[in-house]
């Protein structure tokens, strides 16, 4: 009878568990049975480590062998656990010595051949060995790079299973990940090629420097798509933290460019309008899968020509937009996942969108309306600047004197104003001002006065605004105030913040 035990991580939506993969060798019919809750591509790695094993030039044992993947009550999903299985195998059988792998984590996916293929996920994984104080970790060569991006780790990689053994069995090195910059995306739109909408290119340095949503309405060719497009190039670059979270994300939805390290750009998510709900907020069959709301986290989700989308799924971003999390619910178990992100809304005015706008406009009011109106008031309730835009004239298409302000300029008064901002909250763990709580702003010491807040009063007590667009305002005119350079809104702030909120004089 032999016996071996082998470590791996297992995931549930971006959490990793440690998982301890045993297997038993006994005399007896040949069979092998697997235990510990596996779907079915787990099921089916009898097969594949089989193949694998004999292909590179292994022998494999022909005796009953259970593998039990611990904890038991742990759904396990997906091929991650394939090398690790190939390694319990043989040592139980003899073949290697188990001393060899005692407390190292090993991760990847096996072909037939025996080579060893990248795996989702493998980020998060890494970073769940790390905390559960496992610091050696193999992985696949193919997931080298984003595995040493986690500090503390050995990571080694390897490309075969004969690799891993002829390491284990005769000490053959085992491949060293390159050493890799943090992966960034210098150059991409930028906020020059903009022709004119000043009014435009305001409210998304504005919402660039206090985290908040926007929704830009006018007519085609007015720049609603390039201007979204640009506001991740005046975003600042994401910090260790965000950058780890952004990149697990992507890990686990196989985005990862090959050989990439930390993702520090924000991320730009632009689905289309035949989206589903699933797409959107995530799920699938089995362990759901992050959607693109949450592979926006920290960055820009933008719905280019909103009304088009299914009224489902515009609805089902609403909970995330305030909460700044998802959470899917299957059979299977539940899923969460951060989906912070800032959330980017661009329409036409009308379905029949003419360039001109209203001036050749064949619409009915009531089909105007009904047309907006697929986007509903709790959703718009919660994008906190809306403006309209209108069409570009020639002079400013064709300028050629001074050029436009470029996203690097722009992006150096965002930054300010963020550490303006994030040094104003850092008690409460607030990041930008669309974070704060509107009860936080309202009592001392950052109430304003009557005197600045007169119109704001007004207009909640006609109707014109809700409880939630007071506060939204109030947040809109802290982070005008912290662009132009002032440590507390005036009354001039709350008068644009009420134009960008509303929509008025646009």
Not at 407 to 419: I, L, M, N
Request: hydrophobic content about 40%; glycine content about 12%; aromatic content about 2%.
């Amino acid at each position: 009878m032999g016996y071996a035990k082998i470590l791996s991580v297992g995931l549930a939506g971006v959490a990793g568990h440690v998982v301890e993969v045993e297997a038993d060798l006994a005399p007896g019919l040949p069979a092998v049975v697997i235990s510990g809750l596996p779907d079915t591509a787990l099921h089916e790695a009898r097969d594949r480590v089989r193949a694998a094993i004999v292909n590179s030039g292994q022998k494999w044992p022909n005796r009953r062998i259970t593998l039990n993947l611990l904890p038991a009550t742990l759904p396990k999903y997906g091929s991650a656990f394939d090398l690790a299985i190939a390694a319990a195998v043989l040592a139980g059988s003899g073949e290697l010595p188990p001393v060899a792998l005692d407390a190292t984590v090993i991760l990847g996916e096996l072909g037939l051949d025996g080579t060893v293929r990248p795996v989702r996920g493998t980020l998060p994984m890494v970073a769940a060995a790390a905390r559960a104080g496992y610091p050696r970790v193999v992985v696949p060569a193919g997931n080298a790079a984003e595995a040493a991006v986690i500090p503390g780790v050995r990571v080694r990689a390897v490309d075969t299973l004969h690799r891993l053994v002829a390491h284990v069995r005769d000490g053959v090195p085992l491949l060293v990940p390159p050493g890799q910059s943090p992966a960034g995306d210098p150059g991409g739109p930028d906020l020059s090629d903009v022709a004119g909408q000043p009014l435009g290119r305001r409210a998304l340095e504005i919402a660039a420097a206090g985290g908040h949503h926007l929704a830009l309405l006018g007519p085609p060719g007015a720049g609603k798509t390039m201007l979204a497009e640009r506001l991740p190039s005046i975003l600042p670059e994401l910090d260790d933290g965000a950058a780890l979270e952004v990149t697990a994300l992507h890990s686990i939805a196989g985005l990862l460019p090959p050989g990439g390290g930390l993702l520090r750009r924000p991320p730009f998510q632009a689905p289309h309008h035949t989206a589903t709900v699933p797409a959107l907020v995530g799920g699938g069959s089995g362990l759901a899968r992050p959607g693109a709301v949450s592979l926006a986290h920290r960055g820009v989700l933008f719905l280019d020509e909103a009304p088009e989308f299914g009224k489902g799924a515009l609805e089902a971003l609403r909970q995330p937009l305030e909460s700044g999390r998802v959470r899917v619910a299957r059979t299977r178990g539940a899923t969460e996942y951060p989906a912070r992100s800032q959330l980017v809304l661009a329409a036409n005015p009308c379905p029949c969108a003419k360039p001109s706008g209203d001036v050749d406009c064949e619409c009915t009011p009531q089909a105007r309306r009904r047309y907006l109106g697929r986007l509903s008031g709790p959703l718009l309730d919660r994008v906190d600047v809306q403006v309209g835009l209108m069409p570009v004239r020639a002079a400013e298409l064709l300028q050629t004197g001074t050029p436009h302000e470029s996203s690097a300029a722009v992006a150096a008064r965002v930054v300010e104003a963020r550490r303006a901002a994030a040094d104003r909250w850092a008690a409460t763990g607030h990041r930008v001002n669309a974070e704060v709580p509107g009860p936080h702003l309202r009592r001392p010491p950052w109430h304003l006065p009557a005197r600045v807040t007169q119109e704001l009063r007004r207009r909640l007590d006609t109707g014109s605004l809700s409880a939630r667009g007071y506060d939204r305002v109030l947040r809109l005119s802290w982070t005008i105030a912290d662009l132009d350079g002032r440590d507390r809104p005036d009354q001039h702030d709350i008068g644009e913040a009420i134009q960008l909120r509303t929509g008025e004089g646009t």
